[in-house]
């Protein structure tokens, strides 16, 4: 069946109030954004409904991209058809024929927002229904659970039919919950974190620290390409690499073993935070979960919050990794974060961390620090690309490395 429009329902944004209208146009841009592939796409925000009238275009390919925006609820394409009973009987006869099952009841929901057509809800529910049941004797009508529901909706430019309700993303638009940053890593918790952030509405930017030659070109392919995947869901994010060479060797030669991925945390939050100030970013967000790693027990989230009066926010701080590990497959990310590049965090991982750190003793150790001036070179050196949905780098550093040979 060729479908001419996809109806959209909004999710949380039916409880927001005066806020309503603000939402309604974010998530209208958000569909553009994400759409803007489909040059005959035309979207409408309206109050109740955003309308999106394809024109031709490939309605499985749109709603393979609707699946992906934050703030909607469900949707559902529809077809367009003249303001006749014939027409509006003869496309729901075809919408039956190609669902029907054994033994399926259905129901006919009418909504009329043209009174002038003749024909009222009532009417129209009662002779579209008498309609199906003489083509198909088979069916059986059930107004409160049933297997099909045809819904027609009578406006001033046609009737539009449905049959089917498509979940959407849920959430709310991103954009609407301010801008945070995200610390990302080449592993599996953070992209969860930016994932369920989002979400909630919140326009991420990612922040990645890069240290060449410890880690290789491959690690920031790797993290360029887990941004391309959250994209999807927002159209495109800003990625910030970070230097961090200097700042790691500086550490391992002047702090203790055992405080040496304490320091290198309470730096890397430094940085995040500076940028988030610099960038007009609200909060930060990591993928840290309570108590999985040595840095992520709340004494060694003590000692690196230290550095930061900026909220710190961790989407997954109470899942376990099985349930972590289960959002990521959902969102595709999982396989590309266990391919084995290591980033920064673990190039320089120490054999034994502490995992209580003391609060004095990490800023004493830090103190030995040159902090202004690592800082300084770092942000100076940080380097801020666009990065659209679905975009690729591992497989072009594979053919780079291939002309090489």
Known sequence: MKYSEIMVRYGELSTKGKNRKGFIDRLGSN??????????????????????????EDSDAVMDRLKMVFGIQNFS????????????????????????????????????????????????????????????PDLTVDVHQPDLVIRVEIRGNGIFLTSQVIQGAGGLPVGTGGKGMLMLSGGIDSPVAGYLGMKRGVSMEMVHFFSPPYTSIQALAKAKELTGKLARYSGSIQFLQVPFTEIQ?????????GYLMTVQRRLMLR??????????GLAIFNGESLGQVASQTMESMLAINDVTTMPILRPVVSLDKTEIIKIAKDIDTYELSILPFEDCCTIFAPPSPKTKPNLERTRNYEARLDIEGLMRRALDGVKVSEIKAGEEFLNQQEDVFAELL
Not at 77 to 101: G, H, L, N, Y
Not at 117 to 123: A, L, R, S, Y
């Open 31 to 56: 569909v553009r954004k994400a759409l803007h592939e489909f040059n005959a796409v035309k979207i409408q925000a309206n109050r109740d409904r955003l309308h999106v009238s394809l024109n031709g």
């Open 77 to 136: 394409p529809s077809v367009k058809v003249d303001r006749t009973f014939e027409a509006t009987a003869q496309t729901a006869e075809q919408m039956i024929r190609e669902q029907i099952k054994p033994n399926m009841t259905f129901k006919i929901n009418t909504r009329r927002s043209d009174h002038d057509f003749p024909i009222d809800t009532n009417e129209m529910n009662t002779r579209l229904g008498g309609y199906i049941l003489d083509k198909f």
């Open 249 to 257: 060797e500086t550490i391992k030669e002047q702090v203790p073993e």
């Open 271 to 280: 940085l995040t935070a500076a940028l988030a100030i610099k960038r007009h």
